[in-house]
């Protein structure tokens, strides 16, 4: 679907930016704090873990939170021998840009309008050196913005937006509001991801629904769009976050049994299955050896 619509762009579209990506994710959220870039920096370190070439961009100019994620804060992007910027690797198949590599501080501000912002976005695509792409996962801020249109018009080969939202009610009607704006921006939404959604007791065992469970699914089901599932609240994701570790490796050797990591990868494959339209998951491709930092 998207290359039909690239095929055939409006007369007064501008040009999409000129980088080899199989597949432009966009991962949104209608309101903050749900949660939607540890869902994108997880489900980037998922494709990569996969053996998919993967590109994290993380386009909250603002509140650029990818790198304190990924434990990589204070990494600059270096331009060599060419004119481009080359992004911040994590694995061998993962590389990141964020605003926050480009900050003389990390505590700076960015105090920009609009049109700044859509210079940097281009930047961000054609002014770095990604090499080939299978995936570009895009963390956008939270809402209706400016980054999700700018980057809705130049990124190439857009497979649509996940929307992430936690499942009490007040996000629910968030959600709605999210998925009418990608669909107004003629974009697909590849499905809803219900974070947070119940928490194990660490101490007793039992699950806890602190923020109820099962909202996105029924959102999902209302909106005729596909639940891509749910990830639930875990406080060693929260813990992972906070010390700067992708979760699968903060506890290597029991990260692969772990239920939470297991929902992230089924998420991501369910993902897969979507976007490369009813294909499985290549089962050649090896999953690539961690690289704990
Ligand atoms: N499944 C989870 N289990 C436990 N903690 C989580 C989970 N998902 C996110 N968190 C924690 O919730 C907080 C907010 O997460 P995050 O920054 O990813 O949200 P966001 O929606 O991107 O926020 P913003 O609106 O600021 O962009 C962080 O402390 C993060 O570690």
Redesign the pocket.
Known sequence: MAEERQAHPPPNMPERANISVRHVVLIL?G???????????NLAFAFANHGFRTGLLDL?IH?P?IPK?LGIEGSRMDSYDTKLMEPVSVTGNLAVVSMAFLLPETSSPVIWRGPMKTGAIRQFLEGVHWGELDYLVV?L??GTGDEALTIAQFAPNIAGAVI?TTPQDMAILDIKKAVRFVQTIGLPVIGIIE???G?VCPHCGKEIDIFGKGGGKQAAEEMGVPFLGA????????????EGRPFLIRSPGMARDNP?WKQVDAVMEKLVRIVEEGGEIDARKEKMPLNPM
Not at 31 to 41: D, E, N, P, Q, Y
């Open positions: 959220s309101k903050g704090g749900v949660g939607k870039t540890t869902v994108a920096a909250d509140g939170d994620i963390d801020p939270p992430v974070n947070m959604s928490m990830v639930p609240l875990d406080p060693e994701m929260r813990k992972a976050a906070d939470t």
